[in-house]
């Protein structure tokens, strides 16, 4: 039933594709029905490149794919076009060592990361990283006479880094940022405090250094489930009286109480009559 849907022309004339090392979205049309997964030789703003199909847009996620880029689908992969790719990423971890060594013959602060060809040629994406912004226009006017395409200088930071060096994470998977996740929103302590994860950097740091993006993912759930609950500090009323929030446990819906008589108590968001005073909320 599921292939039958995918394959019906009326849904299956523009689909969500993804390419490149950065693996970016776009929405492209197509002359032919695709299944998910296919490999596709596609017309994006960068030239023709290899991309894979995510998935058809249909009217039930079309508002999703607003914002994506437009491209086109020019055919299904070949074993041409394979090998090709094949023998660019072969020649691009070359290419990445005579960037560099171009680069120090400048005398310029910037270690590349990655070089990326694409399958038509029409353009040569070096990914670097540097502490400061970079004057390369002379750099990029070597670069165009050696590889006679057309040069993009990319700075990405560190968690782009990880995304493109790729490795696994403490749970034994591939890094998430490596695999399947295209943006990559902030990740802020808060986070962490609120979902009472360790505050240990070198526990709560993924491979980039920065704060584990898988932190993200339950933040809504846990936010939600905060309003239901006053923070500590707060005085409220309870029904033994007025009392004062210790701490809380948000996924057990539970609050630790301090009463007037000095005792500590469990107590539910039902047993809260009101809140007297609020107290401050994570920062």
């Given at each position: 039933?599921?292939?039958?849907?995918?394959r019906?022309?009326?849904?299956?004339?523009?689909?969500?594709?993804?390419?490149?090392?950065?693996?970016?979205l776009?929405?492209?049309?197509s002359?032919?029905?695709?299944?998910?997964?296919?490999k596709?030789?596609?017309r994006?703003?960068?030239?023709?490149?290899?991309?894979?199909i995510?998935?058809?847009?249909?009217?039930?996620?079309?508002?999703?794919?607003?914002?994506?880029?437009?491209g086109?689908?020019?055919?299904?992969?070949s074993?041409q076009?394979l090998?090709?790719?094949?023998?660019q990423k072969?020649?691009?971890?070359?290419?990445?060592v005579?960037?560099?060594?171009i680069i120090?013959?400048?005398?310029?602060?910037?270690?590349?990361?990655?070089v990326?060809?694409i399958?038509?040629?029409?353009?040569?994406?070096?990914?670097?990283?540097?502490?400061?912004?970079?004057?390369?226009?002379?750099?990029?006017?070597?670069?165009?006479?050696?590889y006679?395409?057309?040069?993009e200088?990319?700075q990405?930071?560190?968690?782009?880094?990880?995304?493109?060096?790729?490795?696994y994470?403490?749970?034994?998977?591939?890094?998430c940022?490596?695999t399947?996740?295209?943006?990559m929103?902030?990740?802020?302590m808060?986070m962490?405090k609120?979902?009472?994860?360790t505050?240990d950097?070198?526990?709560?740091?993924?491979?980039c250094?920065r704060?584990?993006?898988?932190?993200?993912?339950e933040?809504?759930?846990?936010?939600?489930?905060?309003?239901q609950l006053?923070?500590?500090?707060?005085?409220?009323?309870t029904?033994?009286?007025?009392?004062?929030?210790?701490?809380?446990?948000?996924?057990?819906?539970?609050?630790l109480?301090?009463t007037?008589?000095?005792?500590?108590?469990?107590?539910?968001?039902?047993?809260?009559?009101?809140?007297?005073?609020?107290g401050?909320?994570l920062?």
């Open positions: 039933m599921e292939t039958e849907t995918l019906d022309p009326l849904t299956a004339s523009r689909y969500v594709v993804r390419c490149g090392v950065q693996r970016l776009y929405a492209m049309n002359r032919s029905a695709h299944l998910r997964g296919d596709v030789v596609a994006t703003n960068r030239g023709l490149e290899l991309g894979e995510l998935c058809p847009i249909t009217e039930t996620n079309i508002s999703s794919t607003d914002n994506l880029p437009n086109t689908i020019q055919r299904p992969v074993p076009d090998s090709t790719d094949t023998t072969e020649q691009a971890d070359r290419d990445a005579d960037c560099q060594s120090d013959g400048f005398g310029l602060d910037m270690s590349v990361v990655e990326e060809r399958l038509g040629g029409e353009q040569f994406t070096i990914y670097y990283t540097a502490t400061d912004r970079i004057d390369f226009r002379e750099l990029v006017k070597r670069l165009a006479a050696k006679h395409t057309r040069i200088m990319r990405i930071g560190a968690r782009d880094e990880a995304k493109l060096l790729g490795d994470g403490d749970c034994g998977k591939p890094l940022c490596s399947y996740l295209n943006d929103p902030p990740v802020s808060r962490a609120l979902q009472k994860a505050l950097p070198n526990k709560i740091s993924g491979r250094g704060l584990k993006c898988c932190l993200r993912y933040q809504d759930h846990y936010e939600e489930l905060a309003k006053p923070p500590p500090g707060s005085e409220i009323l029904r033994e009286g007025r009392a004062r929030v210790i701490s809380v446990e948000l996924l057990a819906q539970q609050m109480v301090s007037e008589d000095n005792r500590r108590i469990l107590i539910t968001p039902s047993d809260c009559l009101s809140v007297i005073k609020r401050l909320e920062s």
